[in-house]
C-alpha cells in the first residue's frame, strides 16, 4: 500500500519546478550556516565553561581560603608595624 502511494506521488511530480533562485537568497543560507555555527559554539561553550568553574572552584576553594588568610595576616601585621614605627 504504501509503496503505491510512494509511486503515484513520484509519477504525479514534475521533472522541472521552473524556481528561480537570485543570488540574495544563497546569501542568506550562508548567513543562517554562520549563525548557526556561531549559535552551537556558544550553546556548547557555556555550560563547559561553567562546569569547568564549578570544578575549579570545587578543588581550589580550600587552598584559596588558606592563600587569603595568609594575606590578610600578613597584610595586618604590615599595618601594625607601620603603625609602631609612625608612633615612634
Known amino acids: 500500500m504504501y509503496l503505491t502511494l510512494i509511486i503515484c506521488t513520484l509519477l504525479l511530480l514534475p521533472t522541472s519546478a521552473f524556481a528561480y533562485v537570485d543570488p540574495g537568497t544563497g546569501m542568506l543560507l550562508w548567513q543562517g550556516f554562520i549563525a548557526a ?4 559554539i556558544v550553546i556548547v561553550r557555556n555550560p563547559i565553561t561553567k562546569l569547568k568553574g564549578l570544578i575549579a572552584s570545587y578543588y581550589g576553594m580550600k587552598s584559596e581560603r588558606k592563600s587569603s588568610q595568609e594575606a590578610i595576616k600578613t597584610e595586618q601585621s604590615i ?4 603603625t609602631l614605627n609612625d608612633e615612634t
Request: glycine fraction near 12%; proline fraction near 0%.
Open 37 to 40: 555555527i556561531g549559535a552551537l
Open 79 to 82: 599595618q601594625i608595624k607601620s
